[in-house]
């Protein structure tokens, strides 16, 4: 199955800081999701950008489909963007749509410091 | 603001009992699926569901767990009997297009 693989695993950052996060694939996908979980264990999905770029806010991400990998940009991180980025990718495509089996990376665990 | 709820938020039983965790989509959601996050094994999609017809639980222990959509605005999943090993956090998400939408999850404990 396709291979899921996020750097880097830890990241400390003080506040006002930027930065980038990576997620690589195996194979070709037809659906790629960022989520953010936060330290009270919900998960928020931040972007479905299975290629191209979409922004929203202090938040970005890209994805170069042909290369299999995407990145998410933070920048002036705050302390609420602390919590654990997951990346997860599906090829699968269902009738009707393209939700499929999400495969999920391990996350990359950000924490910003005040 | 439509979300994922999920009953209990905590459950602690004792191995062998029976556990059953509730989830009701949103509205109009077509998808629904269930998760379970462990630190060992990370998120793993252990069920999946489109227009309330199973389409893909391989990632469920099928001898003990079975999940199952009763109706539109009902997903269930069970574990008899229970085990330590199935100490984890369960998530439901619905979707409807591209998006999952994560319920706030329900923590199990088996003791």
């Known amino acids: 199955g396709i291979q899921v693989e996020q750097s880097p695993p830890d990241l400390i950052l003080q506040e006002g800081a930027n930065s980038t996060l990576r997620c690589n694939f195996s194979d070709s996908v037809n659906n790629l999701q960022w989520f953010h979980q936060n330290p009270w264990g919900q998960l928020i999905n931040l972007f479905y950008?299975?290629?191209g770029t979409k922004q929203n806010g202090r938040l970005s991400a890209t994805t170069v489909a042909t290369e299999r990998y995407s990145l998410l940009y933070i920048s002036s991180s705050q302390t609420t963007d602390s919590g654990v980025y997951f990346c997860a990718v599906a090829a699968y495509f269902n009738y009707g749509g393209s939700q499929g089996n999400l495969i999920f990376g391990k996350g990359t665990k950000l924490s910003v410091k005040p | 603001d439509a979300r994922v709820t999920q009953t209990p938020r905590d459950k602690v039983t004792e191995m062998g009992q029976e556990v059953t965790m509730r989830c009701q989509p949103i509205?109009?959601?077509?998808?629904v699926f269930w998760y379970r996050q462990t630190m060992k094994q990370g998120l793993e999609l252990l069920a999946y569901?489109?227009?309330?017809?199973?389409?893909?639980d391989s990632g469920m222990p099928k001898d003990r767990f079975s999940a199952e959509m009763p109706d539109a605005t009902l997903a269930t999943l069970k574990i008899q009997p229970s085990e330590p090993r199935d100490s984890a956090v369960y998530f439901c998400a619905s979707g409807r297009g591209e998006t999952q939408y994560f319920g706030p999850g329900t923590r199990l404990l088996v003791l």
């Open positions: 950008i299975p290629s």
């Open positions: 569901f489109r227009n309330r017809a199973p389409l893909d």
């Open positions: 509205l109009g959601h077509n998808t």
